[in-house]
């Protein structure tokens, strides 16, 4: 044997360092985030106990948002456990969720399985805090909506919080602002293997599809601890897409060169906000809510308009990010009426624009004045730019600029309607009819030669 080949043998033999990231080609991770690309808008569901007090502590409206009442009305634990009895949601509908974010056009849903709080709503062996087993409900609550996403051809994802203020292994300080917790003494691995058990089952139970991690910022969790994390469950299932908490590294990101991003997990996370210029050569997706909370708020009434949530999800697919939109259903089950209405919304009008979002990148000529830009390849040589106009140009004309390719053809999305496009001092000028067929945004196809980058 040579030198080489002995070496080649032990090297195969070293077992693999807990911490050590799978490997992957460009052309595999593609393969792996293809459909998350893709999607381009889901839903998130925060649920859990606090839907119970849903903002309000013995009489007393509580400030901030609703799934950290444990925390802002400083409940001890064993207060805040009996909330677990009055948790009975029997007007819970898998089918009608699934169906109102398929409607919207989602492609994809992600729900909370545990929070901060420390609630699980699994069927879990790790903690007798679940849902099967602390409430008068008494049956998992994923496994049938994992189920139904399945039926519906929706993606089934899950969000777990790593900081937990019910967990023994963790103490919650008296401290305001995000009152990371300490780790008790001794117990961080105990924690970590409570966290794995849990993570598996998600992940071989409920064959979720994205992990969503949150609650990273307490200091006892580390960068380490995130690369097990994330090798533990690409192990489990190498398709497996989870987000970028599950390390240390989001804060700042949108700043970052290519070279400091090295940080652990798959995809960024901004949130409330959508980056003013997207983050290039990272994957992303802003989360944010509809009102103020993502947890139910009975006191909750400071709606965004259906305008506002389309252009966002406009704004961020023109960015080349998802848009992954928050509901917070309540105890017993229902999504608040304000958030199926505006879901509605949403899905009209994605169900004649949905392909200027789904499956598209981001604009290829940023910004233009008149709204935003989104593009697919049509292969050939051939550009598909989607002009998602949201001030009709009074003068009825609408100037692309800073595209010299030639036009070839364009028309309106919704019902078909041929426009005149021409060449015009290094852009394109598209001829409009007089009124804006959608107020919130009209989507104008116009096809180009060559690529447009
Ligand atoms: O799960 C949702 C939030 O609970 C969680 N991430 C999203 C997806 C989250 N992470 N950070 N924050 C929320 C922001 C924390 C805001 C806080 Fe506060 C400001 C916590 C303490 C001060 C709001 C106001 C809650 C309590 C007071």
Known sequence: MTLRAILAVFLAAAPALAQDLPRETPAERDARMKWWREARFGMFIHWGLYAVPAGVWKGKPIGGIGEWI??????????YEKLAREFNPVKYDPAEWVGLAREAG?????????HHDGFCLFDTKATDYNVVKATPYGKDLLKPLAEEC???????????????????????????GYNPTKIVEGKKREYLDFMKVQLEELVRGLDTEVLWFDGEWPSWYQEEDGREIYAFLRRLKPSLIINNRVGKGRKGMEGLSKGDREYVGDFGTPEQQIPAKGLPGVDWESCMTMNDTWGYKSTDQKWKSAEKLIRN??????????YLLNVGPTAEGLIPAPSVERLKAVGRWMKTN???????????????????????????????????????????????PGVPQKPLGARLLEGGKELSATARDGGIAVALPAQAPDPIATVVVLDVEGEVR
């Open 313 to 322: 999800l406009i704004d961020i697919a023109s960015k080349g990010g998802n």
């Open 106 to 114: 989602m492609r994809y849903l992600v729900i909370t399985s545990k």
């Open 354 to 400: 949905g392909e200027a979002i789904w499956a598209t990148q981001a604009s290829p000529v940023g910004k233009p004045d008149w709204g935003r830009c989104t593009r697919k390849d049509l292969g050939g040589g051939r550009t598909r730019l989607y002009l998602h106009v949201f001030d009709w140009p009074a003068d009825g004309t609408l100037v692309l």
């Open 150 to 176: 399945r039926r519906q051809g929706l993606r089934f994802c899950t969000y777990y919080s790593i900081m937990d203020w019910h967990h023994p292994a963790q103490t919650r300080g008296s401290a305001k």
């Open 70 to 79: 444990m925390n802002s009305a400083n409940i001890p634990v064993e207060e």
